[in-house]
């Protein structure tokens, strides 16, 4: 914990459980807090919601590192980790925002850099209202599992693409 009683890492991952693959990050974080509830992990906080909004750059303020876990049509199976750096992008304005946006609003609203961050972006394949995860989505989550872990510990290259297939 800091001083402040901000545990020093932060996930945040978004999506809608009822949209088939839009559920990939509530899903990894489900299974990173399986490995908390376990011991793992207890300098990280887990955080959810349906999808990014301007309030979130205020729980990025005490943090050392940020990951955001969202799934992706177009990210290389099964997932991909990149750096992020702030960005007023078009979504800055809308009611849902991106994670560069989210980091440009904690920028402009501390007057200081945000913390590191970093995007897992999981391969999803299916998003229509009413699906569960498709099979290939829940290899890909799979697969993702480790390398978030791995980045949690600190033993993840942040910029990869990592393809089993």
Known sequence: MTDHGVRPLL????????????????ALLELLACRQEK?????????????LQVEHALDLQGRQRVLFIDASVSAQAPCALSALQPER????????????????VYEQINAEAPPPAFMLSIRGYEFEL?????????????????????????????????STR
Do not use: K
Request: proline share 8%; hydrophobic share 35%; glycine share 8%.
């Open 89 to 104: 992008d078009t979504s800055y304005t809308t009611h849902a925002m991106s994670p560069a946006a989210v980091l440009a």
């Open 39 to 51: 011991g793992d992990f207890s300098n990280v906080e887990l955080l959810t919601d349906f999808q």
């Open 130 to 162: 009413g699906q569960s995860l498709t099979p290939q989505a829940c290899v890909n989550l799979q697969d993702a599992f480790p390398i978030a872990c791995e980045f949690l510990q600190g033993e993840c290259n942040p910029t990869f693409s990592r």
């Open 11 to 26: 996930v945040f991952a978004w999506g809608n459980p009822s949209r088939g693959d839009d559920a990939l990050g509530p």
